[in-house]
T-cell receptor
Framework: NAGVTQTPKFQVLKTGQSMTLQCAQD?????MSWYRQDPGMGLRLIHY???????DQGEVPNGYNVSRSTTEDFPLRLLSAAPSQTSVYFC????????????????FGQGTRLTVV | TQLLEQSPQFLSIQEGENLTVYCNSS?????LQWYRQEPGEGPVLLVT?????EVKKLKRLTFQFGDARKDSSLHITAAQPGDTGLYLC???????????????FGKGTKLSVIP
């Protein structure tokens, strides 16, 4: 199993450009989410999905779109990049409901380091 | 408002010393998890605690969940340079709107263990 795979690992964008960060998991997890991590701010939830076709906003959704057409994939789209979106982005997946075996543990990808100039 | 407060934010200690990291909240959580994150990597789960008062040990690491399930601590005995990293706590709460749950992360404690 590869777990959670994010691509690319590094990206530099110019202000106003758009791009998609890819995330794929092979653990058949229903729940997937995107976080951004900034110094002193911790992990902040951008968007999440509880299953294919269902997405919802997290704490900091502005400037980002998501879709969930399959269980495996959960891409994050930056519509018009801004310097404030310079950050490290993490995708995570987990089982939808805690159970005796899962207990809501999140599995993270290695992250995408994005710089917007 | 930060739901989970971690302290200290930074910690630098000598190899062999003991340390404790705290994770506090005014909210009750269904479970609480501790993750460790190394530079350039994503967080990796260390442990999950579910029951109030629960204590779990992972080699030199001891995790405790508060009786009221609002707080937790991580104690490291005889710290090693390999323990260096960012330690994150995360609380899970039911999210009734989607029949699911959400994780809320603390800002983390950055630990440096000096040889």
């Amino acid at each position: 199993n590869a777990g959670v795979t994010q691509t690319p690992k590094f990206q530099v964008l110019k202000t106003g450009q758009s791009m998609t960060l890819q995330c794929a998991q092979d653990m058949n997890h229903e729940y997937m989410s995107w976080y951004r991590q900034d110094p002193g701010m911790g992990l902040r939830l951008i968007h999440y999905s509880v299953g294919a076709g269902i997405t919802d906003q997290g704490e900091v959704p502005n400037g980002y779109n998501v879709s969930r057409s399959t269980t495996e994939d959960f891409p994050l789209r930056l519509l018009s990049a801004a310097p404030s979106q310079t950050s490290v982005y993490f995708c995570a997946s987990s089982y939808r409901r805690p159970s005796a075996s899962s207990r809501a543990e999140a599995f993270f990808g290695q992250g995408t380091r994005l710089t917007v100039v | 408002t930060q739901l989970l407060e971690q302290s200290p934010q930074f910690l630098s200690i000598q190899e062999g010393e003991n340390l404790t990291v705290y994770c506090n909240s005014s909210s009750v959580f269904s479970s609480l998890q501790w993750y460790r994150q190394e530079p350039g990597e994503g967080p990796v789960l260390l442990v999950t605690v579910v029951t109030g008062g629960e204590v779990k040990k992972l080699k030199r690491l001891t995790f405790q969940f508060g009786d009221a399930r609002k707080d937790s601590s991580l104690h490291i005995t005889a710290a090693q340079p390999g323990d260096t990293g960012l330690y994150l706590c995360a609380g899970a709460r039911p999210y009734s709107g989607a029949g699911s749950y959400q994780l809320t992360f603390g800002k983390g404690t950055k630990l440096s263990v000096i040889p």
